[in-house]
């Protein structure tokens, strides 16, 4: 048995070697195309300059770039994901080639936080995901106790952080996964209301 801390939606004073949050409910969403660049930075998006980058805008949301026509924008806590659920809404078919690309229903997305999150997914993943060889803004499409992943280092330093989305169907069994992997490292599950805090 694992020694995985069950919490609520408050952190504790003495904070663990790693946490898990399940961001699911957060909105998030895709865009594809030749022409998709061009809308988000109409929309004044700070696009990353080549693929499996991501970059954090001013308001905390998160804009990963999958390939040279992919983009994946995550909601921002701040705002519950307001701006990115109105940038799904007013969305529409045009001549340009930019499509939108529901995630919500397709990803769910965890928020894995902590000094020891490498050493975690690295009993997930064959992915050197360590902080030299995966820095802050890197982007890995890759597998993790065998499902197909995006892991994002969205993080600092000081409060090393994975955005990691997988198949929404797969997520009982994927978080059953990283709990386990989370045991040996003092590791926590939060509720949304903790990340935000």
Known sequence: ???????????????????LVDLSELPRVGFRGVDASA??????????????????????????????????????????????????????????????????????????????IAEVMAKLCGVDLRAQAFPVGAVAQTSAARINVIVINLGSTSTPTFQVLCDRASLAYFMGAMLDAMGEFAGTLLG???SRA
């Open 1 to 19: 048995m694992s020694s995985l801390t069950m919490q609520g939606s408050s952190p504790t004073a003495a904070q663990p070697g790693c946490t």
């Open 39 to 116: 809308y988000l930075l109409a929309r004044g998006f700070v696009l990353p300059d080549a693929p499996n980058r991501a970059v954090t805008q001013a308001d905390g949301c998160h804009v990963a770039r999958l390939s040279q026509t992919e983009y994946l924008i995550l909601g921002s806590l701040v705002d519950g994901g307001e701006r990115i659920a109105a940038e799904e809404a007013r969305w529409a078919m045009d001549h340009s080639a930019n499509y939108l690309l529901p995630r919500q229903d397709s990803h769910a997305w965890l928020q894995l936080r902590g000094n020891p």
């Open 192 to 194: 949304i209301d903790a």
